[in-house]
């Protein structure tokens, strides 16, 4: 979990107004600029924590990273890449130097990356949008910021109606970029869905099992407690199961049927936290959430930032399963629906658009916006989480398989090692009961006309 905040054309007092803004994704901070861009980076070390801060360099090359190579030793290897640090920040610069920008598509993990080449600077993110950048340009001037906020403290920010409107509707997912004009996103690495495959169930599980391993492999970090954000159900607890984590932060509901207490004691792991989402919690946090986001996307999440608040008093590094309904047809309980029933998330009655796309797309420009979520707690409480069940090889594999074996996560339960409770329990969906969509749409509009 980094900030990185990027003036081109600009000066030094923006910049640091701009780093400044987003301080709380890091401990420790530098600058850098030269006499075409300034470049100031918050800094939370995690991988080597005796690394210096970005930009690494190497030739005519400057990297500034966010988020995590996670196969940066093995391509290393596979590369011939001499390392003099255990920092993934070096592979990714003598990486983008050795191919000139190139072979991008062979970086796995979750990332913002900015390098200048010699000539110009660059920006690219994953392939899922783990890690954003937003990008504001003017007619002599560029800024690019790993959140909103960063933008807003040097540009008065215009926000558009129509986006606007899309939040009401969608809550934000079918809009591309954020509410405000002219603020983009920087692109994400190309995702090109694999082709179908032949191959027996039982090998399938076997090859299935060993990508899990390798991921939860790549992700660990040593010398730090693994910590999980953890739920009643399939993705999460598969985390638990494989990880063996220290700590376990739960949230879970006075309301009977929303509770998945039974379920969360299946799948608890090491020390168990579990806040209760009551009156007092909607209460007292859901300002804070909106101090925290700056980029509307998804549900009500106060929840997420009580959590996470909870969570940083013990970790560094938490793990989360998100992912996991997109990449192995969780949601097939709405599959047979008009898509946009589906997409309609508020009451509001008409369409902004007439949205033709399928559910999967939809599941996965759903995901996007969670993950935007998941991003802001995380980098307001200065810690990162990471997502196993988004290993590139891991969804590259599970994708070319026959639908019939992910229908309702079947493949995945069969490896999971989970409870049959938990196998066999009823997916309850994430709405909170303080806030209806509607209401919570209704709360961040007040809130930004203030």
Same mark, same amino acid.
């Given at each position: 979990?980094?900030?990185?905040?990027?003036?081109?054309?600009?000066?030094?007092?923006?910049?640091?107004?701009?780093?400044?803004?987003?301080?709380?994704?890091?401990?420790?901070?530098?600058?850098?600029?030269?006499?075409?861009?300034?470049?100031?980076?918050?800094?939370?070390?995690?991988?080597?924590?005796?690394?210096?801060?970005?930009?690494?360099?190497?030739?005519?090359?400057?990297?500034?990273?966010?988020?995590?190579?996670?196969?940066?030793?093995?391509?290393?290897?596979?590369?011939?890449?001499?390392?003099?640090?255990?920092?993934?920040?070096?592979?990714?610069?003598?990486?983008?130097?050795?191919?000139?920008?190139?072979?991008?598509?062979?970086?796995?993990?979750?990332?913002?990356?900015?390098?200048?080449?010699?000539?110009?600077?660059?920006?690219?993110?994953?392939?899922?949008?783990?890690?954003?950048?937003?990008?504001?340009?003017?007619?002599?001037?560029?800024?690019?910021?790993?959140?909103?906020?960063?933008?807003?403290?040097?540009?008065?920010?215009?926000?558009?109606?129509?986006?606007?409107?899309?939040?009401?509707?969608?809550?934000?997912?079918?809009?591309?970029?954020?509410?405000?004009?002219?603020?983009?996103?920087?692109?994400?690495?190309?995702?090109?869905?694999?082709?179908?495959? =032949?191959?027996?169930?039982?090998?399938?599980?076997?090859? #299935?099992? $060993? &990508?899990?391993?390798? !991921? /939860?492999?790549? @992700?660990?970090?040593?010398?730090?407690?693994?910590?999980?954000?953890?739920?009643?159900?399939?993705?999460?607890?598969?985390?638990?199961?494989?990880?063996?984590?220290?700590?376990?932060?739960?949230?879970?509901?006075?309301?009977?049927?929303?509770?998945?207490?039974?379920?969360?004691?299946?799948?608890?792991?090491?020390?168990?936290?579990?806040?209760?989402?009551?009156?007092?919690?909607? =209460?007292?946090?859901?300002?804070?959430?909106?101090?925290? #986001?700056? $980029? &509307?996307?998804?549900? !009500? /999440?106060?929840? @997420?930032?009580?959590?996470?608040?909870?969570?940083?008093?013990?970790?560094?590094?938490?793990?989360?399963?998100?992912?996991?309904?997109?990449?192995?047809?969780?949601?097939?309980?709405?599959?047979?629906?008009?898509?946009?029933?589906?997409?309609?998330?508020?009451?509001?009655?008409?369409?902004?658009?007439?949205?033709?796309?399928?559910?999967?797309?939809?599941?996965?420009?759903?995901?996007?916006?969670?993950?935007?979520?998941?991003?802001?707690?995380?980098?307001?409480?200065?810690?990162?989480?990471?997502?196993?069940?988004?290993?590139?090889?891991?969804?590259?594999?599970?994708?070319?398989?026959?639908?019939?074996?992910?229908?309702?996560?079947?493949?995945?339960?069969?490896?999971?090692?989970?409870?049959?409770?938990?196998?066999?329990?009823?997916?309850?969906?994430?709405?909170?009961?303080?806030?209806?969509?509607?209401?919570?749409?209704?709360?961040?509009?007040?809130?930004?006309?203030?």
């Amino acid at each position: 979990m980094c900030g990185i905040s990027v003036v081109i054309g600009g000066t030094q007092e923006e910049v640091t107004k701009m780093g400044t803004a987003i301080s709380h994704r890091g401990v420790m901070n530098s600058l850098y600029e030269n006499e075409y861009f300034h470049v100031y980076y918050n800094w939370l070390p995690i991988t080597d924590k005796k690394a210096h801060p970005c930009p690494y360099e190497y030739g005519d090359y400057k990297v500034w990273l966010n988020g995590y190579i996670s196969n940066w030793k093995e391509l290393a290897k596979k590369y011939d890449i001499d390392m003099m640090t255990s920092c993934d920040s070096e592979l990714l610069v003598k990486f983008l130097y050795k191919f000139k920008g190139g072979k991008l598509d062979e970086l796995n993990g979750f990332f913002a990356v900015v390098y200048w080449d010699g000539d110009d600077m660059v920006g690219f993110t994953d392939r899922y949008g783990i890690k954003q950048l937003y990008k504001y340009e003017t007619e002599d001037k560029t800024y690019i910021c790993s959140e909103v906020k960063g933008l807003k403290a040097v540009v008065d920010l215009e926000v558009v109606p129509e986006a606007l409107d899309d939040w009401e509707y969608s809550l934000g997912v079918m809009n591309r970029h954020t509410i405000y004009k002219n603020v983009e996103r920087v692109d994400c690495l190309p995702f090109y869905k694999p082709q179908k495959i =032949e191959i027996d169930y039982e090998e399938a599980k076997l090859r #299935l099992a $060993d &990508l899990l391993y390798q !991921s /939860c492999k790549r @992700n660990k970090v040593e010398n730090t407690p693994d910590c999980v954000f953890l739920s009643g159900g399939i993705d999460s607890g598969v985390i638990a199961q494989w990880i063996k984590p220290q700590y376990s932060f739960s949230v879970d509901y006075q309301d009977e049927n929303l509770s998945e207490i039974e379920n969360i004691k299946h799948n608890s792991y090491g020390n168990h936290y579990t806040i209760i989402c009551n009156d007092n919690l909607v =209460e007292n946090y859901s300002q804070l959430t909106l101090d925290a #986001l700056d $980029d &509307l996307k998804a549900g !009500s /999440c106060y929840t @997420n930032y009580a959590i996470t608040e909870m969570a940083s008093n013990y970790a560094l590094v938490n793990y989360s399963g998100a992912g996991g309904d997109e990449v192995f047809n969780g949601y097939t309980h709405r599959y047979d629906k008009n898509i946009n029933d589906v997409v309609k998330r508020t009451s509001r009655k008409d369409r902004i658009e007439n949205y033709w796309l399928t559910h999967k797309e939809y599941d996965w420009r759903f995901l996007k916006a969670v993950l935007v979520v998941e991003d802001r707690m995380s980098g307001w409480h200065t810690m990162e989480t990471r997502y196993p069940l988004l290993d590139n090889d891991l969804v590259d594999f599970a994708l070319s398989l026959p639908d019939e074996y992910l229908e309702n996560k079947r493949i995945l339960k069969d490896i999971s090692g989970l409870h049959p409770d938990v196998i066999a329990g009823k997916k309850k969906g994430f709405s909170n009961p303080h806030f209806t969509n509607d209401e919570w749409a209704k709360h961040c509009i007040e809130n930004l006309r203030e």
